[in-house]
């Protein structure tokens, strides 16, 4: 048998196979990524990545700082001074847990924190259900927060390691949450290919906080009261932030593709069979299974269906995507959440995909909201079914209302 | 259109909050009686309010709804027919919370406005302080001790009515000693005050003061950077730990200098100052320690220069000195400057000797009201009786 570090040293260089969780994906992205400080606070789905990521620092595979926090504000609150302290960080959480971190997480991209983390989806309390809705990450949506969906481990783990290489990015220094579908993704074991540490290393530099470490040695003022002479200057750097992520995400899913050789195409969102389709659907995350075989089984019968699957939803990439859409007669929007009294009682996604496309110069498609698969709810293949024949009726301008519930006992 | 009436009310932050904010309300209240309309309100930015740190309170008032929308479309009026400061030393400028620099206390005033200034000063003095003005204006004084109602406390001394019995003489348009009286009476039941109100309006007098009366310096600002131009991330580079200066007069190097806030000078914020008789001092280091502002500075000859850039005159070095007269807290009206106490020592030990007693001999009493246990009662009866007999 040969030695340990010998066997270490050879996993090193060759890519190798492994099946595994999305969790226990993202939890390897953080060994391969070598992350300093990691803080974790149990809470399901979101657990498995601490239990996996103790795994390997007890097993001696990772070398981390791993504090156990009281609570998943201060979980945040401590990576948040380890990354202004020019740490690596990675943290996570999921449902009321995320939202018990809520004014840690305002706060982490007014300071440009690159804080890297993963939320498991989870229905918000009441009732304290564990299955997937995507409120819980859609809470900070507006505050300078990167958001991605991933719809397997495969892209959990790269999605991971592209997050560090765009949030430590000198010319970005925002946060970025990665969310995994609960129960879908986090707790589904999958092969998953684990990239060679040095192709890693080479795809990611180390984290360099420059002008803005917290250190003895570059004395600054972090975070001093600043009341209205300043605050709108401050929130316009945001912005312009956000606004450089659409460069910095491409440039990083190239050099991906270039050292790691795996392409994901347009990094903002991707698409299904959507070439010759008359009408698409589209949503977020793991419902993207079911939607592709019920497309599958519908192109049997001669329904030209496509699918837009979202996979940053901070940055919006509202431009290619009112293009790409405006090939389309009718879209359906799928969303795993919901935004009370919002305009035409839809979803978020609806929301934000009908306001993509209200200025577009091109063709705008008629755009029908489906809420389906809350709490963890199974999205069937009949269900997408309905919803395609819903789009289509919308397609040849029959009248029915904006948002539908799906699945729902009625 | 009709009329619009815009007046401020310069105070001490949490010191005079409530007689601040008493004075505007009443502004408002006694106008109504008139059947005018009004707001009465607070500089948000400067609140949170920190001890002695000038705020400020506006009242708008106006002869009809239109009117008074047209006034209140603004965060703070720019110009304001009359200007009170509850305390003559902000006569010297008002640096608050919420803005870069110092203003002229008379800065928003309109041409042939009026700065009422309780004060127990004769009229020059206080012009001496106030900065020149491009056109004149007038300056009216309400005698008495600066009142400290404030957060904690509110010192019933009349000094509020007696501001609004001078309102109404010096701006009888905006409402009559009538109207005055008559909110007075709604407000607080105190026939007494109502008198107190009326007295001050007969007393009241104001004199002109032209463009080349005043402090000629030119009051320091900054200038904002945009939003490209600022560090990222809501992080500014530190206050530099500090370093040696020189002795002007031997030119040894040595001490302790600690760098300062740069845009915040803290010059505008104190009522009374220590002044530090270096003959006597034994270099025991407490005034240096209990500073809560680290104000002192350590010469290169050991001994303690309180520096005025930092200095909130909150009198803790005075009352830890275990000296007998070594540090002694002299009224902020006695100075027309910041400079060094040490330095002027250090030139000329007999002409210091000479400034610093008759500095401490004049000291009128001054403080927060809480210099020493039972000074603030003992000062309403004064008041009342300035009240009462001018």
Redesign the interface.
């Known amino acids: 048998m040969a030695p340990v570090a010998t066997a270490i040293e050879e996993q090193r260089k060759t890519d190798e196979t492994a099946l595994i969780t999305g969790s226990e994906a993202i939890a390897v992205a953080c060994k391969l990524a070598d992350v300093d400080v990691i803080t974790a606070y149990p809470i399901r789905p979101y657990d498995t990545v601490m239990q996996y990521v103790a795994k390997l620092v007890a097993n001696g595979e990772m070398d981390c700082e791993y504090i156990v926090a009281e609570g998943e504000h201060s979980q945040f609150e401590i990576v948040k001074h380890a990354s202004a302290c020019g740490a690596r960080v990675f943290c996570g959480s999921s449902g009321v847990g995320w939202m018990y971190a809520m004014e840690a997480l305002t706060v982490t991209p ?4 690159p804080m890297v983390v993963m939320v498991g989806n989870r229905a918000l309390d009441d009732p304290g259900a564990f299955g997937v809705e995507h409120n819980d990450a859609l809470a900070v949506r507006d505050l300078g927060w990167q958001l991605v969906w991933v719809d397997n481990a495969q892209e959990a783990l790269d999605t991971a390691l592209i997050a560090y290489r765009v949030a430590e990015d000198r010319r970005i ?1 925002l946060p970025c949450a990665i969310s995994c579908d609960g129960a879908f993704l986090t707790h589904s074991q999958a092969l998953v290919k684990i990239p060679s540490q040095e192709k890693v290393n080479e795809f990611l530099p180390r984290y360099n906080r420059a ?2 470490l917290l250190h003895p040695d570059n ?6 009261q ?5 605050v ?3 929130r ?2 945001n912005y ?2 956000m606004e450089r992520t659409f460069g910095v995400i491409k440039e990083a899913y190239a050099d991906f593709e270039r050292i790691l050789g795996r392409s994901y195409g347009n990094p903002f969102f991707e698409e299904y069979q959507t070439d010759d389709a008359d009408v698409v659907l589209m949503g977020m995350g793991t419902l993207s299974t079911p939607v592709k075989v019920a497309i599958r089984q519908m192109r049997k019968q001669g329904k030209k269906v496509g699918f837009v699957r979202m996979r940053w939803f901070r940055p919006f990439a509202a431009e290619d995507l009112a293009k790409s859409l405006g090939r389309f007669s009718a879209v359906g929007v799928i969303d795993r959440d919901y935004s009370f009294g919002s305009p035409y009682l839809g979803g978020v996604l609806a929301g934000e995909v009908r306001h993509a496309l209200y200025p577009s110069p091109g063709k705008r498609p008629p755009v029908l909201g489906f809420i389906c698969g809350l709490g963890g709810r199974e999205v069937t293949v009949p269900d997408v079914e309905r919803m395609t024949d819903s789009v289509y009726k919308a397609a040849e301008g029959k009248v029915q209302p904006l948002t539908q519930w799906i699945g729902l006992r009625e | 259109m009709g009329r619009l009436f815009a007046i401020e009310i310069i105070y001490r932050g949490i010191f005079q909050k409530t007689l601040g904010k008493h004075i505007s309300r009443s502004i408002v209240l006694a106008a109504h009686k008139e059947d005018k309309l009004g707001i009465s309100f607070g500089r948000y930015g400067d609140s949170p309010e920190r001890n002695g740190i000038p705020a400020k309170n506006f009242a708008i008032v106006a002869t009809d709804e239109q009117t008074l929308e047209e006034g209140m479309a603004k965060y703070e009026p720019k110009e304001v027919d009359i200007t009170i400061a509850v305390d003559d030393t902000l006569c010297k400028g008002v640096e608050s919370w919420a803005w870069y620099g110092l203003q002229p206390v008379n800065r928003l005033l309109k041409p042939g406005g009026t700065l009422i200034v309780t004060s127990r000063e004769q009229p020059e003095a206080l012009i001496e302080m106030a900065h020149r003005k491009e056109y004149p204006y007038k300056l009216a004084i309400v005698k008495g001790t600066p009142s400290f109602s404030g957060l904690w406390v509110y010192k019933d001394d009349h000094t509020d009515v007696r501001i609004l019995g001078a309102i109404a003489r010096i701006l009888p348009e905006l409402f009559s000693l009538e109207s005055v009286q008559k909110a007075i009476m709604d407000e607080w039941h105190d026939e007494l005050k109502a008198t107190s109100a009326g007295k001050s309006y007969e007393r009241t007098t104001s004199l002109t003061v032209q463009p080349n009366q005043g402090n000629p310096e030119e009051p320091y600002r900054f200038d904002f950077p945009k939003w490209h131009e600022m560090g990222e991330g809501i992080a500014i580079p530190s206050i530099p730990a500090g370093h040696s200066f020189e002795d002007p007069t031997t030119h040894a190097v040595g001490g302790f200098r600690p760098d300062r806030n740069p845009t915040f000078k803290k010059f505008s914020t104190r009522t009374m100052r220590p002044v530090v008789n270096f003959d006597t001092c034994i270099k025991c280091t407490l005034c240096w320690l209990q500073c809560p502002d680290s104000c002192f500075d350590v010469t290169p000859d050991g001994l303690y220069d309180a520096n005025m850039q930092a200095c909130c005159g909150c009198g803790v070095c005075e009352a830890v000195c275990p000296v007998k007269d070594c540090v002694t807290m002299v009224n902020e009206t006695e100075f027309r400057d910041n400079a060094s106490q040490w330095e002027m020592w250090k030139k000329d030990k007999e002409g210091y000797k000479t400034w610093l007693e008759e500095k401490i001999k004049s000291h009128p009493e001054r403080s927060h009201g809480f210099r020493y246990r039972g000074q603030y009662e003992e000062q309403v009866p004064e008041m009342l009786e300035i009240a009462r007999e001018g």
Do not use: G, K, S
């Not at chain 1, 007014?110 to 924190?113: F, G, K, S, T």
């Not at chain 1, 600043?226 to 300043?230: H, S």
């Open positions: 007014a300071l440009r924190i220094f002008d803005l004395p600054i003022t972090v975070a001093p600043a009341n209205e002479d300043w709108m200057e401050i316009r750097q312009a932030a």
